[in-house]
């Protein structure tokens, strides 16, 4: 699943008239990049949320054939059900059965994670991937010790969550589809159970938030970097 249903606040005025995740960088939208490698790590379902400036989102990206994958659109009301409730009202399309996992991705990111390394044991809810603190969020969110991660201490050195996250069906099973529900709480919980592991990725990741880091993630990516 990618997550492409986001008001995007911080990026307006951009965002006032183009959803977050089709605003180009290097002359592509932001979420191809995110298609681009699914497919080329051999996904071939994929489910998209979207409430913002949605029908813009149908109409660049279709059923996802040109990419040689079948896209299934979950709409939502603009701004209603935060992450965890995109996901819960979209679950009907990514369980697959067993409380076999699926892989979630927010929409406006640009990271060279190797999605091919995914992987969750049979008793953990959720796997994490997590990198360094970037400027703008010191403070990071979670702790992970070895492959386990935890919610944040005082005494532990902290990593940001990435965005990207494989999660079970049953992480989300006290939710109600069409209410709106935070992810963090739901992990947070997990992790006070051990059920939840984590990686560091210590490659190339940007949220990228802002028209600032926008242009700048546009000018890496045309030079080359």
């Known amino acids: 699943m990618i ?8 990026m307006r005025p951009l965002t006032d008239h183009c959803p977050k995740p089709l605003l180009p960088a290097a002359d592509k939208p932001l979420i191809v990049y995110h298609l681009e490698r699914l497919a080329a790590a051999g996904f071939k379902d994929i489910v998209i949320n979207h409430a913002h400036l949605g029908e813009q989102l149908l109409a660049a990206l279709g059923n996802g054939a040109q990419w040689d994958l079948s896209i299934t659109w979950s709409p939502e009301p603009v701004g209603a059900l935060e992450t965890a409730g995109g996901i819960c009202q979209a679950l009907p399309h990514l369980d697959a059965g067993n409380d076999a996992p ?3 991705i927010n929409g406006d990111i640009y990271c060279d994670w190797p999605i091919q390394s995914i992987h969750l044991a049979q008793q953990d809810l959720a796997h994490l991937v997590l990198v360094d603190n ?3 969020h010191p403070t990071g969110d979670f702790v992970l010790q070895g492959q386990r991660v935890s919610d944040k201490t005082a005494a532990m050195p902290t990593l940001t969550f990435a965005g990207i996250g494989f999660y079970r069906p049953s992480l989300f099973k006290n939710l109600t589809a ?8 739901l992990l947070r919980a997990a992790m006070a159970e051990h059920r939840v592991s984590g990686e560091h990725h210590q490659g190339r990741w940007e949220d990228v938030g802002t028209p600032e880091r926008l242009a700048a993630l546009d000018a890496e990516l045309r030079a080359g970097v």
Do not use: H, N, T
Request: no cysteine; charged share 25%; net charge positive.
């Open 178 to 185: 069409g209410e709106p529900a935070k992810l963090a709480p």
């Open 134 to 136: 970037p400027l703008q």
């Open 102 to 104: 699926f892989l979630v």
């Open 3 to 10: 997550l492409a249903a986001g008001r995007g606040e911080r």
